[in-house]
């Protein structure tokens, strides 16, 4: 049979590849393998050139497939990434990772939810914090990833429920690896943060396994140690800052998380509580 190369490919056809020393050729003609670290992270690998949203992918794939636990759709080009509060995710092509991870979660309660956001948040943490000092990377309520106060990582969970109980995720992540330019001042690249060019091979592998990880945590239900490892990395924490809310500013201290992962501010001394789309960050 005939070789063809990626680009004379259909700009949705993806390849499903079981864990093995196998490579997918990418844009640029670098190479993502399958990663050889993880216990179910990766185990099946999607790759597609293009395509509009991994995480739309990955919820269309789940709706007409029997995908397994830890299932990975990755590509190289999604101009319309989605991110938190509606916004879009742009993301040059061929420069970064945006992929999103399909997890089955066994008996995990629906009220527990913002653990998962935590533990992904700790994952991409412990990443970025082997490559650049570990106090300058901070979360950023509830999951942006910081280097200094430049947004590195972006992540948008989507749970489906079964009653009282997460039948399934998708853990859709962003991170800005080799993009030397962004249309918002608050983005940074690893690149430009340390004038460093990445193998996105070498990223992707070891970011999945910094991931499962922190989610194998979940699996030993080790919560309390999961949330104390989350605010004690949480920007602003415990510095007197200025919010807005409801177009009105005001001074507070952060504290920590409610039970279902609201943010917790002190505010002339009394305590609230601020969903994701109720509270905004000012200086």
């Not at 079981?18 to 640029?28: E, H, I």
């Not at 990434?81 to 309660?109: C, M």
């Not at 939810?113 to 994952?123: E, R, W, Y």
Request: proline share 4%.
């Amino acid at each position: 049979m005939a070789s063809q190369s990626i680009s004379e490919l259909p700009p949705f056809l993806f390849f499903a590849i079981p864990l093995s020393s196998v490579y997918v050729q990418n844009y640029n003609n670098s190479m993502y393998k399958i990663p050889a670290n993880t216990l179910f992270m990766g185990k099946r690998v999607i790759y597609m050139p293009e395509c509009h949203s991994t995480n739309s992918e990955a919820n269309r794939m789940v709706e007409t497939q029997d995908i397994d636990h830890g299932t990975i759709i990755i590509t190289d080009s999604q101009p319309a990434g989605r991110g938190q509060r509606g916004n879009r995710w742009l993301a040059e092509p061929g420069r970064n990772l945006t992929f999103s991870i399909i997890i089955k979660p066994k008996a995990f309660r629906i009220a527990n939810q913002a653990l998962l956001t935590m533990v992904v948040s700790l994952g991409i943490h412990d990443w970025l914090s082997s490559l650049l000092p570990e106090e300058a990377v901070r979360i950023k309520w509830p999951n942006d990833v910081l280097a200094g106060d430049k947004k590195v990582c972006g992540i948008l969970i989507e749970n489906h429920v079964t009653g009282n109980f997460i039948s399934h995720a998708i853990l859709g992540i962003g991170i800005n690896i080799n993009q030397t330019s962004f249309e918002l001042p608050m983005a940074a690249s690893l690149t430009m943060i340390t004038a460093k060019t990445y193998d996105l091979q070498t990223c992707f592998e070891q970011v999945v396994g910094c991931i499962e990880s922190r989610y194998l945590m979940l699996e030993r239900k080790e919560y309390a140690l999961t949330k104390a490892a989350y605010l004690e990395r949480l920007y602003w924490i415990g510095e007197q800052r200025l919010f807005s809310s409801s177009g009105i500013r005001f001074s507070g201290t952060i504290t920590g998380t409610d039970d279902n992962g609201r943010l917790e501010i002190v505010t002339n001394g009394i305590t609230k509580t601020f969903d994701v789309k109720e509270v905004m960050f000012v200086r």
